[in-house]
């Protein structure tokens, strides 16, 4: 099957479990309430595209491509980003839950992350250099060899950050979530 190119299209309610998306690249669309939960979106370039209160738990991203988009209200459970396509990897978060995902080895810099949930999720070896990470939940989230100088953290919360083996210079940061960053050295703290 031919890959297809489509721009400016809107997708509303449209269940891909079955039937995945056509392979191909999607400039500026918008997907809206669709269910992409399991399916595989492999080789697939979105650019400029909006995702509002869509399902993309589990889907497969082998080299799928996402510049500069957008997710809103979105669950986005255990999905790999570590597969994706490295080129121009850009997106923003808003109130999306991200759970048991995996950003191992990829960079987003300057990314920009609201109200969201990252417990569980994988961010070894990722350039996180100055994100923003407004309101962000990290419980259990594993930071290891992770750059995250001049990130902005001082509304997330849950985290448990190693500064031996993380790069967190200038990265800002509040109390009294700032403790997270000495649970590594198994101390007792009272208030």
């Known amino acids: 099957m031919e890959a297809v190119f489509i721009e400016g299209k809107s997708f509303d309610k449209i269940d891909f479990r079955e039937t995945n998306l056509a392979k191909g690249e999607y400039e ?3 997907f809206t309430a669709c269910d992409f939960s399991h399916s595989n979106l492999s080789e697939v370039k979105f650019i400029g595209c909006n995702f509002m209160a869509c399902n993309l738990s589990l889907a497969k991203l082998k080299q799928t491509g996402f510049l500069d988009v957008k997710f809103k209200d979105c669950k986005m459970l255990g999905l790999r980003f570590d597969h994706c396509s490295e080129f121009g990897l850009s ?10 995902s995996s950003f191992y080895q990829r960079k987003l810099k300057k990314a920009n992350f609201k109200d969201a949930q990252f417990q569980e999720a994988d961010f ?8 923003t990470f407004h309101n962000c939940d990290f419980a259990g989230a594993k930071f290891e060899n992770t750059n995250l100088e001049r990130a902005d953290m001082r509304t997330a919360y849950n985290y448990t950050l190693n500064p031996a083996i993380n790069r967190i210079k ?10 997270g960053l000495l649970s590594a050295y198994d101390i007792i703290i009272d208030k």
């Open 91 to 100: 997106f923003s978060i808003d109130n999306c839950s991200l759970n048991h």
């Open 28 to 30: 500026s669309c918008s």
């Open 124 to 131: 070894t070896d990722c350039d996180l250099t100055a994100a």
């Open 170 to 179: 200038k990265a800002k940061f509040s109390i009294p979530q700032v403790v």
